[in-house]
């Protein structure tokens, strides 16, 4: 039987396991783990950094996916494509059905609803039966990604109500728009009869609507009118509609929107509206509900928190996943699947195409550039002292962000079009993704210019005028010189830079006859046909400015329109798939020319063309500039990609996708990063992290050159002094998303290498934690109720490392020899090429090493040979290794083990103690267990929550995970005990309750004689 560890070969040696009852702890959930370092002892000081780095372990990574499959629901018809699902959630079973689903046979038999989107609204009506021990009914959550159908899930859950007679439900969104999508997602399951009325439309204080669905978005909950002397509230005309003791269906779609439940109006109403109606069957739909346990405060009917849980308010349950990281939030999803209130798939990315279009940044583009960046910073540094208001300078950093990010979208703007009309003539539609219109600021100026405009608009232009004004503003009549000089240059800059993007992509694909566009915005300027240029508005005749997009998206979809544009703001919802129902079923080609921060939100903007029941996938293009920080974060969602299409099933891929989080600036990695190049710019502290190679002048002119412009950008502080230095001694509070934003304020060649350093910067003190066991790896795995000691083969064995270097075919790829002798032969590794000058080792005793090596000190440390000169040292090792730590093997002996303790350093075999099973309810007393009894507790809290993605093949091909909390061998026979206490106690709680409702039978049967 073969385990594998990503990048390792695994054999299980033994497996012993605690079988104790559990059975009320079976609705929970099995838990994983992180990043993991042995209970042995630290190594003496005098051990090698070569030893060390063999001890870096790689257990796991969560952005693999396996293949999703209804496991315990076996009706309806497969979905139409391919769905997966992470490995941490796919290795846990959901709980057994015990409902009786009422949707008609024939909507079942054709195919209207899938086998998913049954299972799911199956579990939804199944977790709605449960009552809290608070009194409301239990909600479902559903965090199916974009393109799955929740659409058609959650109308028939709907629908499901209907039939079971509770004619009434809300369906709360993100837009009005999304209204229209409602009522086709009921016709699409064959219940058009249920009618769907928009609140918006509706008059305060009326309620004339009977039985169907109100549909709302999110804002309408805090709308309020005095229309008439009387203060009316949607949320009191909301609840009258429901009528007292309300059990219909209340869905809250894109539910993430109400994250802020405490902080403001519309999540407070939103957790209002759940405990007005206790008894409503909630249904949480979001694609990203559950990603960050902060934003869970309104899905209160989940009953995680609260009377009868572990945690009594939602800011314990808070504080207890926070503090241990992603590894927690994984067991808390994996708990919630397994008790049946949680399901989560998503459409595999196989098929999808996705390149990154690197566009280099021409000469007269960077002089621009670089001259816009020089007089920004000149109009700042000019009023140092002179505008004092916080308030001004928050304003001006606004515009400066928003100034920069207009400049890096207009450079690529020439090569998408080239793009665009190559693919169009190849038999392609074109798709493209923006964040933002420009409208604001083509409105200013058409304001200034009483309703005319006769030329197209630089939205650039406008914000570097509104950011100079904001702070030029503080001039006194003394540096009214000064100031004219300032704006003299900024118009002069001005007839430099580009127009506002939308417009000019528009008129460079032959106006909007030719484009679909699909925004926020209500008006555009257009080249007429003798070439004149004027403003019109969007809305056409007989069609308001709400229908606009609607209109557009069929233009597109039946093929009158061959060209897309969507913003952010009007995309959520909307499907332009090659849909097999639709006339244009061209491959749709999804270009992106702005993307978000968020790799998350870019996603969901890449699923409007990724969806169920598509003809062909999509291709997507990232075009990226050479601007350092857009080209790094191209490369991040470009590896997100990669890992939803890669399936664990026999696909390479998906060991080697690597978790979206080591590229997420905005922790505490990135923090530390940036204080330390900030200090060391600054010359405060000395830096381990070199600085980028290749910059001109060599080290010395790269913390010269970057000084200024990081005392300008991060020192900043509000001094009366002009001289830059006098800031020096201050260390900034400056945040990562500030250091994103502010950093394209400096020229490009700054600009890159800063960017460089600090991403070095943070991926070395990523691998230092990983190397020190203390980096948080998220989960994978599964779990059963019982404590398990599992003892793992890392080793690669002869004829795997054979069979690999037989495909490599490198100048420097192969085996290798070290030079010193290690007890009395060489040590033998297998390189393997990976990025630039930076090779991949694998290791007879470890297999795959995490930690990449460069090519410079392998060719220090060691020399190639030739298979057969490697063979007999890598199969003595192996052998060796097996029982052996690296110090017998070197030296001879172990003084640990000669001092009677244990020792794991470099060893094939470890051997773990894993608790699994229903860990988020036992999970406090059983860290304040541990905490009695071992003397490493803190250490311990950060390792415990580790990950084992272990991956043996049984007969049937099929992949089998374990994974738990990592238990101290000194702590397992504590932990049993304390296990088989609590089991007793639930099982008499249990007997409790049933002697009480007993009695509380018995009494109403004598009441009902006595009647």
């Given at each position: 039987?073969?385990?594998?560890?990503?990048?390792?070969?695994?054999?299980?040696?033994?497996?012993?396991?605690?079988?104790?009852?559990?059975?009320?702890?079976?609705?929970?959930?099995?838990?994983?783990?992180?990043?993991?370092?042995?209970?042995?002892?630290?190594?003496?000081?005098?051990?090698?950094?070569?030893?060390?780095?063999?001890?870096?372990?790689?257990?796991?990574?969560?952005?693999?996916?396996?293949?999703?499959?209804?496991?315990?629901?076996?009706?309806?018809?497969?979905?139409?494509?391919?769905?997966?699902?992470?490995n941490t959630l796919s290795s846990v079973p959901p709980p057994d059905i015990t409902y009786t689903l009422s949707i008609p046979d024939r909507t079942v038999s054709s195919?209207?609803?899938?086998?998913?989107?049954?299972?799911?609204?199956?579990?939804?009506?199944?977790?709605?039966?449960?009552?809290?021990?608070?009194?409301?009914?239990?909600?479902?959550?559903?965090?199916?990604?974009?393109?799955?159908?929740?659409?058609?899930?959650?109308?028939?859950?709907?629908?499901?109500?209907?039939?079971?007679?509770?004619?009434?439900?809300?369906?709360?969104?993100?837009?009005?728009?999304?209204?229209?999508?409602?009522?086709?997602?009921?016709?699409?399951?064959?219940?058009?009869?249920?009618?769907?009325?928009?609140?918006?439309?509706?008059?305060?204080?009326?309620?004339?609507?009977?039985?169907?669905?109100?549909?709302?978005?999110?804002?309408?909950?805090?709308?309020?009118?005095?229309?008439?002397?009387?203060?009316?509230?949607?949320?009191?005309?909301?609840?009258?509609?429901?009528?007292?003791?309300?059990?219909?269906?209340?869905?809250?779609?894109?539910?993430?929107?109400?994250?802020?439940?405490?902080?403001?109006?519309?999540?407070?109403?939103?957790?209002?509206?759940?405990?007005?109606?206790?008894?409503?069957?909630?249904?949480?739909?979001?694609?990203?509900?559950?990603?960050?346990?902060?934003?869970?405060?309104?899905?209160?009917?989940?009953?995680?928190?609260?009377?009868?849980?572990?945690?009594?308010?939602?800011?314990?349950?808070?504080?207890?996943?926070?503090?241990?990281?992603?590894?927690?939030?994984?067991?808390?999803?994996?708990?919630?699947?397994?008790?049946?209130?949680?399901?989560?798939?998503?459409?595999?990315?196989?098929?999808?195409?996705?390149?990154?279009?690197?566009?280099?940044?021409?000469?007269?583009?960077?002089?621009?550039?670089?001259?816009?960046?020089?007089?920004?910073?000149?109009?700042?540094?000019?009023?140092?002292?002179?505008?004092?208001?916080?308030?001004?300078?928050?304003?001006?950093?606004?515009?400066?962000?928003?100034?920069?990010?207009?400049?890096?979208?207009?450079?690529?703007?020439?090569?998408?079009?080239?793009?665009?009309?190559?693919?169009?003539?190849?038999?392609?539609?074109?798709?493209?993704?923006?964040?933002?219109?420009?409208?604001?600021?083509?409105?200013?100026?058409?304001?200034?210019?009483?309703?005319?405009?006769?030329?197209?608009?630089?939205?650039?232009?406008?914000?570097?005028?509104?950011?100079?004004?904001?702070?030029?503003?503080?001039?006194?009549?003394?540096?009214?010189?000064?100031?004219?000089?300032?704006?003299?240059?900024?118009?002069?800059?001005?007839?430099?830079?580009?127009?506002?993007?939308?417009?000019?992509?528009?008129?460079?694909?032959?106006?909007?006859?030719?484009?679909?566009?699909?925004?926020?915005?209500?008006?555009?300027?257009?080249?007429?046909?003798?070439?004149?240029?004027?403003?019109?508005?969007?809305?056409?005749?007989?069609?308001?400015?709400?229908?606009?997009?609607?209109?557009?998206?069929?233009?597109?979809?039946?093929?009158?329109?061959?060209?897309?544009?969507?913003?952010?703001?009007?995309?959520?919802?909307?499907?332009?798939?090659?849909?097999?129902?639709?006339?244009?079923?061209?491959?749709?080609?999804?270009?992106?020319?702005?993307?978000?921060?968020?790799?998350?939100?870019?996603?969901?903007?890449?699923?409007?063309?990724?969806?169920?029941?598509?003809?062909?996938?999509?291709?997507?293009?990232?075009?990226?500039?050479?601007?350092?920080?857009?080209?790094?974060?191209?490369?991040?969602?470009?590896?997100?990609?990669?890992?939803?299409?890669?399936?664990?099933?026999?696909?390479?891929?998906?060991?080697?996708?690597?978790?979206?989080?080591?590229?997420?600036?905005?922790?505490?990695?990135?923090?530390?990063?940036?204080?330390?190049?900030?200090?060391?710019?600054?010359?405060q502290i000395d830096n381990k992290v070199p600085p980028p190679k290749g910059y001109p002048g060599g080290d010395i002119m790269f913390f010269r050159g970057n000084c200024?412009?990081?005392?300008?950008?991060?020192?900043?502080?509000?001094?009366?002094?002009?001289?830059?230095?006098?800031?020096?001694?201050?260390?900034?509070?400056?945040?990562?998303?500030?250091?994103?934003?502010?950093?394209?304020?400096?020229?490009?060649?700054?600009?890159?290498?800063?960017?460089?350093?600090?991403?070095?910067?943070?991926?070395?003190?990523?691998?230092?934690?990983?190397?020190?066991?203390?980096?948080?790896?998220?989960?994978?795995?599964?779990?059963?109720?019982?404590?398990?000691?599992?003892?793992?083969?890392?080793?690669?064995?002869?004829?795997?490392?054979?069979?690999?270097?037989?495909?490599?075919?490198?100048?420097?790829?192969?085996?290798?020899?070290?030079?010193?002798?290690?007890?009395?032969?060489?040590?033998?590794?297998?390189?393997?090429?990976?990025?630039?000058?930076?090779?991949?080792?694998?290791?007879?005793?470890?297999?795959?090493?995490?930690?990449?090596?460069?090519?410079?000190?392998?060719?220090?440390?060691?020399?190639?040979?030739?298979?057969?000169?490697?063979?007999?040292?890598?199969?003595?090792?192996?052998?060796?290794?097996?029982?052996?730590?690296?110090?017998?093997?070197?030296?001879?002996?172990?003084?640990?083990?000669?001092?009677?303790?244990?020792?794991?350093?470099?060893?094939?075999?470890?051997?773990?103690?894993?608790?699994?099973?229903?860990?988020?309810?036992?999970?406090?007393?059983?860290?304040?267990?541990?905490?009695?009894?071992?003397?490493?507790?803190?250490?311990?809290?950060?390792?415990?929550?580790?990950?084992?993605?272990?991956?043996?093949?049984?007969?049937?091909?099929?992949?089998?995970?374990?994974?738990?909390?990592?238990?101290?061998?000194?702590?397992?026979?504590?932990?049993?005990?304390?296990?088989?206490?609590?089991?007793?106690?639930?099982?008499?709680?249990?007997?409790?309750?049933?002697?009480?409702?007993?009695?509380?039978?018995?009494?109403?049967?004598?009441?009902?004689?006595?009647?």
């Open positions: 039987m073969h385990w594998d560890i990503p990048g390792q070969s695994q054999r299980p040696q033994n497996l012993s396991a605690f079988h104790g009852r559990f059975d009320d702890f079976s609705t929970i959930l099995p838990a994983s783990v992180t990043g993991f370092k042995a209970a042995a002892a630290p190594p003496p000081p005098e051990e090698e950094e070569e030893a060390d780095e063999e001890e870096t372990e790689d257990l796991g990574h969560a952005d693999t996916y396996a293949e999703y499959k209804p496991s315990k629901s076996n009706i309806g018809i497969s979905h139409p494509d391919i769905v997966v699902e992470t195919g209207l609803l899938s086998a998913l989107q049954l299972e799911a609204i199956i579990y939804a009506c199944q977790q709605h039966e449960v009552i809290l021990q608070n009194g409301q009914r239990a909600g479902f959550l559903i965090g199916d990604g974009a393109g799955v159908g929740k659409g058609r899930t959650v109308a028939g859950i709907i629908l499901e109500s209907f039939l079971k007679g509770r004619k009434r439900a809300l369906w709360f969104s993100v837009s009005n728009d999304l209204k229209y999508d409602a009522e086709r997602d009921l016709r699409d399951i064959d219940a058009p009869n249920i009618p769907v009325f928009a609140l918006n439309k509706i008059k305060y204080g009326d309620m004339a609507t009977s039985e169907g669905v109100l549909f709302a978005t999110y804002s309408a909950l805090i709308g309020e009118s005095q229309a008439g002397g009387q203060h009316r509230t949607r949320l009191k005309q909301i609840l009258d509609w429901c009528k007292p003791n309300f059990d219909g269906v209340i869905v809250f779609d894109e539910c993430h929107k109400a994250k802020n439940a405490t902080s403001t109006k519309m999540g407070k109403a939103v957790l209002d509206l759940q405990n007005k109606l206790p008894r409503a069957r909630v249904v949480y739909a979001s694609a990203t509900g559950a990603s960050e346990p902060k934003n869970m405060i309104y899905m209160s009917r989940l009953g995680i928190w609260g009377q009868g849980t572990p945690f009594k308010t939602f800011d314990d349950f808070l504080h207890a996943i926070e503090k241990r990281g992603v590894g927690a939030m994984e067991i808390v999803a994996m708990d919630m699947k397994v008790s049946g209130m949680y399901i989560a798939r998503q459409l595999s990315f196989s098929g999808v195409s996705f390149r990154i279009e690197e566009i280099t940044l021409d000469e007269q583009f960077k002089l621009v550039y670089n001259k816009a960046a020089r007089l920004v910073r000149e109009t700042q540094t000019a009023t140092l002292g002179l505008a004092s208001r916080k308030s001004l300078w928050g304003q001006f950093w606004s515009s400066h962000q928003r100034f920069f990010k207009y400049l890096c979208i207009a450079a690529k703007v020439r090569r998408l079009v080239e793009i665009a009309y190559t693919e169009l003539q190849q038999g392609k539609c074109i798709v493209i993704g923006l964040q933002s219109t420009g409208e604001a600021r083509t409105r200013e100026v058409l304001d200034e210019n009483d309703g005319h405009l006769d030329r197209f608009v630089s939205a650039s232009l406008r914000v570097l005028k509104e950011s100079s004004e904001v702070i030029l503003c503080v001039f006194s009549a003394k540096l009214e010189e000064l100031k004219l000089r300032l704006l003299g240059k900024i118009a002069e800059l001005g007839k430099e830079l580009p127009l506002n993007t939308l417009d000019e992509l528009i008129d460079r694909f032959g106006g909007p006859e030719k484009v679909s566009e699909m925004t926020g915005r209500k008006g555009r300027v257009v080249r007429r046909p003798d070439s004149s240029v004027r403003y019109e508005t969007r809305a056409e005749q007989g069609l308001s400015i709400d229908h606009v997009n609607i209109r557009e998206k069929e233009r597109f979809m039946t093929g009158e329109k061959l060209i897309a544009i969507i913003s952010e703001a009007a995309s959520s919802g909307i499907s332009l798939q090659a849909d097999k129902r639709v006339q244009n079923r061209r491959r749709r080609v999804h270009m992106t020319l702005e993307l978000p921060w968020s790799a998350d939100r870019a996603i969901q903007q890449f699923g409007r063309t990724h969806r169920s029941n598509q003809v062909t996938a999509p291709e997507y293009i990232f075009l990226i500039s050479e601007l350092a920080g857009e080209r790094r974060f191209a490369s991040i969602v470009a590896k997100r990609l990669e890992s939803l299409g890669a399936l664990t099933h026999g696909d390479r891929r998906a060991t080697e996708s690597r978790d979206l989080s080591q590229y997420n600036f905005e922790n505490k990695y990135g923090t530390k990063a940036l204080d330390k190049i900030t200090k060391a710019i600054l010359r200024f412009p990081v005392s300008y950008i991060f020192v900043f502080k509000k001094c009366m002094q002009t001289d830059w230095l006098s800031f020096i001694p201050y260390i900034p509070d400056c945040s990562i998303t500030k250091f994103l934003n502010r950093i394209l304020g400096m020229e490009v060649h700054h600009q890159n290498s800063l960017f460089q350093y600090f991403t070095d910067n943070f991926d070395y003190l990523i691998n230092k934690d990983k190397k020190e066991g203390k980096y948080d790896m998220g989960i994978l795995g599964e779990c059963v109720s019982e404590i398990n000691v599992i003892s793992v083969d890392r080793g690669m064995p002869w004829e795997e490392a054979c069979s690999k270097a037989e495909k490599l075919t490198g100048d420097y790829e192969g085996f290798y020899l070290s030079n010193k002798l290690r007890g009395n032969q060489p040590c033998v590794l297998l390189a393997e090429q990976g990025r630039g000058r930076n090779f991949i080792l694998y290791k007879p005793n470890i297999g795959k090493q995490a930690h990449p090596e460069n090519l410079d000190n392998l060719l220090l440390r060691y020399y190639k040979v030739t298979p057969d000169e490697a063979k007999d040292f890598w199969e003595s090792q192996f052998v060796f290794s097996f029982t052996n730590c690296t110090h017998a093997n070197w030296k001879g002996k172990c003084k640990m083990i000669e001092q009677g303790q244990e020792c794991f350093l470099g060893m094939r075999l470890r051997q773990y103690h894993m608790l699994c099973g229903a860990l988020l309810r036992v999970w406090k007393r059983v860290l304040v267990l541990c905490s009695r009894v071992t003397y490493y507790y803190r250490s311990w809290c950060k390792q415990a929550f580790i990950c084992l993605f272990i991956s043996p093949k049984d007969e049937n091909n099929i992949y089998v995970f374990v994974s738990g909390i990592k238990i101290p061998e000194n702590c397992v026979s504590r932990v049993r005990t304390e296990l088989l206490r609590m089991d007793e106690e639930v099982k008499k709680a249990r007997r409790e309750r049933e002697k009480l409702a007993n009695e509380k039978h018995m009494q109403q049967e004598m009441l009902a004689k006595m009647i």
